[in-house]
């Protein structure tokens, strides 16, 4: 049995890893802001709830760490910001005679590229990138002297390529992709090249991997629109990504150091 660091376990892809690593027989060590359905389901299994914009949550996840004694042999970065859910501070106290009209606020927030509401930018930033690095600097003493750790940090296809702006027309929210994603996941991306400098000479290698659109219950147009910019046909599902990410983990990928691993279909390459 290994033991690994999930960051972002209550998220999309970061839950379902741990849970697939569990099964395969591993321990995980799990970081989201977010609860769990796995706390207290699951022997191997240990969450902390914590805030990784914070310093002080960073102080109680290097205490939480070094009182569970526990050795580690790699961390997933799946740390992401949702900002499907964002209101601008000045509509957060306001009650909404119903959802809908929190739903317009949202969309004018969203509207057009120069209506784009510079603080989701920098949320965007500060969880993505900032985060991350104080994700880094909180694991450090229990990783630098590893006799083998690998740090898998998770970007996107859009720190590689511009998104096609014709995949987001018409959407819910927005009709374009706004550029906090994509600027962050580049600079996390940078980070990741960064890391790998840093850590030379060490036993503590860092890569990052790239996954495509991944299918999570999007529009029928949406989902067609983007298969055909690929050249496999379709977007990824979750064992799509799960399965390199369990790669890099592994010393089947020991000579692979500061790495981007591009998991799109053919996307960035058509």
């Not at 660091?5 to 995980?28: C, N, T, W």
């Not at 359905?37 to 299994?45: M, Q, R, W």
């Not at 784009?116 to 993505?128: A, K, P």
């Not at 979750?238 to 592994?250: H, N, Q, V």
Request: some cysteine.
């Amino acid at each position: 049995m290994k033991t690994y660091i999930v960051a972002g376990s209550s998220g999309y892809l970061g839950d379902a890893l741990a849970k697939e690593m569990l099964a395969d027989g591993h321990f995980i060590l799990g970081i989201d802001q977010s609860p769990s359905d796995l706390s207290g389901k699951h022997a191997n299994y240990l969450h902390v709830n914590a805030d990784l914009t914070s310093e002080k949550d960073s102080i109680t996840i290097r205490e939480k760490i070094s009182d569970s004694s526990l050795t580690f042999e790699g961390c997933v970065n799946a740390i992401t910001y949702q900002d499907s859910n964002y209101l601008p501070p000045e509509y957060q106290k306001i009650k909404t005679d119903s959802f809908s009209n929190s739903d317009e606020i949202r969309k004018a927030i969203r509207a057009s590229f120069e209506k784009y509401d510079v603080q989701l930018f920098r949320n965007m930033l500060e969880v993505n990138i900032i985060a991350s690095h104080l994700l880094t600097r909180t694991i450090l003493p229990f990783i630098i002297d590893s006799p083998n750790f690998s740090y898998v940090n998770i970007c996107s296809q859009y720190a590689v390529k511009s998104p096609d702006q014709d995949l987001f027309k018409n959407l819910e929210y927005f009709n374009y992709k706004p550029p906090g994603y994509s600027v962050s996941k580049a600079g996390l991306l940078s980070y990741t090249y960064y890391l790998a400098e840093m850590f030379r000479g060490t036993n503590v290698r860092v890569n990052a991997i790239s996954p495509g659109g991944i299918f999570a219950g999007q529009s029928e147009n949406f989902t067609k629109a983007y298969a055909d910019g690929t050249f496999s046909g379709r977007m990824a599902n979750l064992e799509d990504i799960i399965s390199p990410i369990k790669f890099l983990l592994s010393s089947d990928s020991s000579y692979m150091n500061g790495t981007n691993l591009v998991v799109d279909g053919g996307w960035t390459q058509k």
